[in-house]
């Protein structure tokens, strides 16, 4: 039975959906910390991938190598690049792009072969993508609830948008290309998303992501401040994620089995 691959960078966002698996194993792979387990009668592979493209994307192919996977959905925190966007709002991401590997002679190639691989746009799975859009706006209100209590905030809100990934942390939008924005107008920032979604697209596995914004770039606040949210939002990223993971499933399933009979009437 193929299984959902939850993957994590910091321990901080692994330990949380830890304590939501049932009947959980936990194994050593290379130096890659895993749980295997189930959430709702649901298959869960939750892996520690540690922070960094190169370590996230080798977690993909040796994962993938072992064990069977439905999906893969990459799951933590993320620096908002959008003004919009405010610490406890979460980003369903579309596209991915490495920010440190961008060049502009590729800008207009990036969904070319006659670009490389670490230049291009990465999508997330469209059916997956909108499963999830269906699902957790589902449950916004409760979701805008309950982040409004960890943040003090008025609102909170889930957004869809682009995620640009590198091997620095980026507390400010002056370490990004300026060049990059202006035609890639990325929504948030991480250090692995892009290089997963290389990865599996390599292996013809389906990936989305979900990030909670936990900072904000050019906030200008130290940093032990301005990730102070970091424990309470990932506690409840895994909260919001866990008790949706069942009908996330179903859902998926069902866009599967419908797009499988429409294409064989075409």
């Not at 869809?160 to 990325?186: E, H, N, R, Y």
Request: proline share 3%.
């Amino acid at each position: 039975m193929s299984s959902i691959c939850i993957m994590c960078a910091m321990d901080e966002e692994y330990s949380e959906f830890v304590s939501f698996i049932d009947k959980k194993s936990e194994y050593i792979f290379h130096h890659y910390k895993i749980t295997k387990g189930w959430i709702n009668d649901i298959p869960i592979l939750l892996i520690l991938c540690d922070v960094g493209k190169v370590s996230a994307a080798l977690a993909v192919e040796h994962i993938v190598a072992k064990e069977k996977i439905e999906f893969i959905l990459v799951a933590g925190v993320a620096g908002s690049l959008d003004d919009r966007l405010q610490i406890g709002d979460i980003v369903l991401v579309d596209r991915a792009v490495s920010h440190d590997c961008w060049h502009p002679l590729f800008m207009n190639y990036w969904d070319n072969h006659l670009a490389s691989w670490g230049s291009r746009v990465f999508q997330t799975d469209a059916l997956l993508l909108n499963t999830l859009s269906k699902v957790l706006r589902g449950c916004e209100p409760e979701f805008a609830d309950w982040m409004t209590r960890i943040t003090k905030r008025k609102s909170s809100r889930i957004d869809i948008g682009a995620i640009a990934t590198g091997d620095m942390a980026v507390f400010s939008k002056d370490k990004i290309t300026q060049g990059l924005l202006d035609v890639f107008p990325a929504k948030c920032v991480d250090m692995e998303t892009a290089a997963i979604f290389q990865a599996a697209s390599l292996r013809n596995i389906p990936c989305a992501a979900v990030r909670c914004i936990s900072d904000v770039a050019d906030d200008h606040r130290p940093l032990f401040a301005a990730l102070r949210y970091v424990e309470p939002l990932c506690q409840h990223l895994a909260s919001f994620l866990s008790h949706n993971i069942s009908g996330l499933m179903e859902e998926y399933s069902k866009a599967k089995r419908d797009t499988r009979s429409l294409y064989r009437f075409i």
